[in-house]
T-cell receptor, first 111, second 116 residues
């Protein structure tokens, strides 16, 4: 079983602060995705990273895939209350045609 | 497109009762996935279909769970008999193609199930 561990599990910060969420595994993934889930809704895809060392930016969000394709990070600059939600990483391995989800990071941005 | 549609959105039932969850994938998507989300175990894949055929059901917890996809626009997940430990949010998702590299999976809003 391929496990994806996310840290921190919970994060509460003030509006305007920066934060980083980590997603780690002992397994190699062919690609890794980040999702955001809001209460009462399903996860929504934010980004997919494919190449080791790849960095993608989505407005104030920066995603990085580790060189060895075993880990990833999500950095949010100047967090806003609208960033509040559950952030999930999910990996796709070369053989399994399915997503393995991380444990999630519940982010709360206080105004 | 309306996205992935699930019904009911909420279900409260008593232990021992049969529960049927329904899903309509996005039109034209060949893959359909059923997930379960709990605080303890996070988001877990139960089963997925390709062109209405079950491909991997290794995540189905036990024989009380069954899933069908009679046609390309409809799938059901049935729990019979239901138990309190089945209480969770059940998501259906669909994708256009196989989950490799950059394929996108679209999730429905989920069915929140409470078994008393």
């Amino acid at each position: 079983t391929q496990l994806l561990e996310q840290s921190p599990q919970f994060l509460s910060i003030q509006e305007g602060e920066n934060l980083t969420v980590y997603c780690n595994s002992s397994s190699v993934f062919s690609s890794l995705q980040w999702y955001r889930q809001e209460p009462g809704e399903g996860p929504v895809l934010l980004v997919t990273v494919v190449t080791g060392g790849e960095v993608k930016k989505l407005k104030r969000l920066t995603f990085q895939f580790g060189d060895a394709r075993k880990d990833s990070s999500l950095h949010i600059t100047a967090a806003q209350p609208g960033d509040t939600g559950l952030y999930l990483c999910a990996g796709i391995s070369g053989s399994a045609r399915q997503l393995t989800f991380g444990s999630g990071t519940q982010l709360t941005v206080l105004p | 497109d309306a996205g992935v549609i699930q019904s009911p959105r909420h279900e409260v039932t008593e232990m021992g009762q049969e529960v049927t969850l329904r899903c309509k994938p996005i039109s034209g998507h060949d893959y359909l996935f059923w997930y379960r989300q709990t605080m303890m175990r996070g988001l877990e894949l139960l089963i997925y279909f390709n062109n209405n055929v079950p491909i991997d059901d290794s995540g189905m917890p036990e024989d009380r769970f069954s899933a069908k996809m009679p046609n390309a626009s409809f799938s059901t997940l049935k729990i019979q008999p239901s138990e309190p430990r089945d209480s969770a949010v059940y998501f259906c998702a669909s994708s256009l193609g196989e989950l490799v590299l950059q394929e996108t999976q679209y999730f429905g809003p989920g069915t929140r199930l409470l078994v008393l």
